[in-house]
Every structure is written in C-alpha cells, then in structure tokens.
C-alpha cells in the first residue's frame, strides 16, 4: 500500500539553527500537509499546500516557517531559527482530491528536538 | 474557532467488550468526520471515515454520525488489547483547495486482558 515517507525519523538541533524536514507523499495525491503534535498535546495543522502554493496556514506557522515542493516528489517544512518551543513531532500528510472529502494519510512523523 | 471535542479519557474496558468513543464538534459546515488510532509515539492511523448521517460498520468497527447534534461517535466490538491507543476524531469542512483537519484531543483507550 502506498505511504507517505518523512525523513529523518528524529532531529536534534540548537535553538537558532535552520531544519528541513522532509516528506515524500503518496504519488497520485494532490494536497499536502504539515501537523505537529507537541508532547501529550494534541495535532495541530500548520499548513496545507495544492497546485504548488500554500491553501491555509495556522496562527503557528509565522515567518520562522516554509513549505516547498522543490520537485514532483518531495514537500519540505523549513524552519529558519528554531526555538525551545518548536521541538515536537512533525508529521507530514497528504490526501487524494474529491468531492466527499478524502482522509489524511499521515507519515511516521520526524521528532524535533531543540537544545 | 473550529473545536473539536473528547473526553480525554482514559477509559478502561474489559478484553471483549464494546469500548464507546465520543466527540462533538462545533463547527457546522464540517462534511467529512475520521476517526484515527495514535499509539504512542506513532503517527495516526486512519480507522474510519464517515460522511452520512447513520451507522458506517467496518469490521469491528461502528463509526455513528449525528449532523443535527454535532456528534460522532465510534464504537468497537470484541475488545482487544492491540486496540489499546489514543482515539483521535478528525473533523474537515471541504472548500475547493483547502481540506484542513481539525483534531480533538483524543481519548486514551485501555484494554484490560
């Protein structure tokens, strides 16, 4: 079964260093996500992404943060300086486009963690 | 605000009983309600979906949707302990280009063997 593949699977940094997190969604789906989900809290959109453009964005997803889908495989999440409060689960999604409303197919996700 | 509503549980029942999952949801113009499984320290799995007012039935899964109350629900028959997780409803209001979901909090189910 097709699945969406993020990597790397976990992520340290220090606090004001840029991360790219990457993701390879599922080939025939048309939108993209990216959700976090800080520890014991629950998942929270950041962003989502369709015909090469970002759709919406959540009140987290400031300057600090980029999406790009640099070629017609991979979608990345940058952060440019990161923060204490960043470090979390990052879990990139993709989904079909239909009128019904398809579901989020997730990846196993990228821990982050900042020092 | 879009809210998405659970009891955080946790909720314990016995190996072979029917575990009950509830969630409300605020926002009315929401179409399209999922249900996933988290286990710790995984990604969501997808459960169900449901899209119609009714019962959707898919194994040992029942997920009820009730637009009129703003309720959804899942129900999962012959308990076991594997299906000790995180329940996640997901809520998504459908506008061309933008297919957001909004998560609840999620409920914390344990099987007791």
């Known amino acids: 079964e097709p699945e969406v593949t993020q990597t790397p699977s976990h992520q340290v940094t220090q606090m004001g260093q840029e991360v790219i997190l990457r993701c390879v969604p599922i080939?025939?789906?048309?939108?993209f996500y990216w959700y976090r989900q800080i520890l014991g809290q629950k998942v929270e959109f950041l962003v989502s992404?369709?015909?090469?453009?970002?759709?919406?964005k959540s009140e987290i997803f400031d300057d600090q943060f980029s999406v790009e889908r640099p070629d017609g495989s991979n979608f990345t999440l940058k952060i440019r300086s990161t923060k204490l409060e960043d470090s979390a689960m990052y879990f990139c999604?993709?989904?079909?486009?239909?009128?019904?409303?398809?579901?989020?197919?997730f990846g196993n996700g990228t821990r982050l963690t900042v020092t | 605000q879009k809210e998405v509503e659970q009891n955080s549980g946790p909720l314990s029942v016995p190996e072979g009983a029917i575990a009950s999952l509830n969630c409300t949801y605020s926002?009315?113009?929401?179409?399209?309600f999922f249900w996933y499984r988290q286990y710790s320290g995984k990604s969501p799995e997808l459960i169900m979906s449901?899209?119609?007012?009714g019962d959707k039935e898919d194994g040992r899964f029942t997920a009820q949707l009730n637009k009129a109350s703003q309720y959804v629900s899942l129900l999962i028959r012959d308990s076991q302990p594997s299906d000790s997780a995180t329940y996640l409803c997901?809520?998504?209001?459908?506008?061309?280009?933008?297919?957001?979901?909004?998560f609840g909090t999620g409920t914390r189910l344990t099987i007791i063997p």
């Open positions: 926002d009315r113009g929401s179409q399209s």
């Open positions: 997901a809520v998504k209001e459908v506008n061309f280009g933008n297919e957001k979901l909004t």
């Open positions: 999604a993709s989904s079909e486009a239909w009128q019904g409303g398809s579901p989020l197919h």
């Open positions: 449901i899209y119609s007012n």
């Open positions: 080939s025939n789906h048309l939108y």
């Open positions: 992404f369709y015909n090469n453009e970002i759709s919406e």
